[in-house]
T-cell receptor, first 114, second 115 residues
């Protein structure tokens, strides 16, 4: 079956530190991969996505590269801000007709201090 | 910016009671979803809904769950007889495009606490 594994949190960083949140997946075929973010008191928002191998998704300074050989989609940011404090979810969606659902990881909380 | 709205934000109920969680999807979206997250666990898919019928459901979505689009705007999740293990955050989502390619927009979630 499909599954997503992400690193346990919370991840605690100082402002301007480098961020990596690891995500690996198990899926049949070549899924689309996503990072969602949930800020306090808000819903899940799509942060970035990649739909095929070697694609790089990027948004708001965050990046993730679809690595088929390692089945990974690690999230990175060069310099985090306090406003990046949130819970980050890695997710996949299988390719093919009728596969509408997302499979999520547990989420990783990021806490950035000034 | 259009958004998915959910009510209530938090509901506390007694075991065995019926609960209805409400969602207003984005108005031009065609696909609707419910997900849930039990505290400390993964966000799990429950059900998807298109053209006034369930298009896909997970094994979690058993006979005590039902979904409905009673009018042109609301999309509801009903839990007929709540159990303690139904305590979770329930997220509604909607998408515009085809089920396979449309981006999902999520609401803020409804926290259900079953005592």
């Amino acid at each position: 079956g499909n599954s997503v594994t992400q690193m346990e949190g919370p991840v605690t960083l100082s402002e301007e530190a480098f961020l990596t949140i690891n995500c690996t997946y198990t899926a049949t075929g070549y899924p689309s991969l996503f990072w969602y973010v949930q800020y306090p008191g808000e819903g899940l928002q799509l942060l970035l996505k990649a739909t095929k191998a070697d694609d790089k998704g990027s948004n708001k300074g965050f990046e993730a590269t679809y690595r088929k050989e390692t089945t990974s989609f690690h999230l990175e940011k060069g310099s985090v801000q306090v406003s990046d404090s949130a819970v980050y979810f890695c997710a996949l969606r299988p390719r093919g007709t009728g596969y509408s659902t997302l499979t999520f990881g547990k989420g990783t909380m990021l806490l950035v201090s000034p | 910016e259009p958004e998915v709205t959910q009510t209530p934000s938090h509901q506390v109920t007694q075991m065995g009671q019926e609960v209805i969680l409400r969602c207003v999807p984005i108005s031009n979206h065609l696909y609707f979803y419910w997900y849930r997250q039990i505290l400390g666990q993964k966000v799990e898919f429950l059900v998807s809904f298109y053209n006034n019928e369930i298009s896909e459901k997970s094994e979690i979505f058993d006979d005590q769950f039902s979904v409905e689009r009673p009018d042109g705007s609301n999309f509801t999740l009903k839990i007929r007889s709540t159990k303690l293990e139904d305590s979770a955050m329930y997220f509604c989502a909607s998408s515009e495009g085809t089920a396979n390619t449309g981006e999902l927009f999520f609401g803020e979630g409804s926290r259900l606490t079953v005592l």
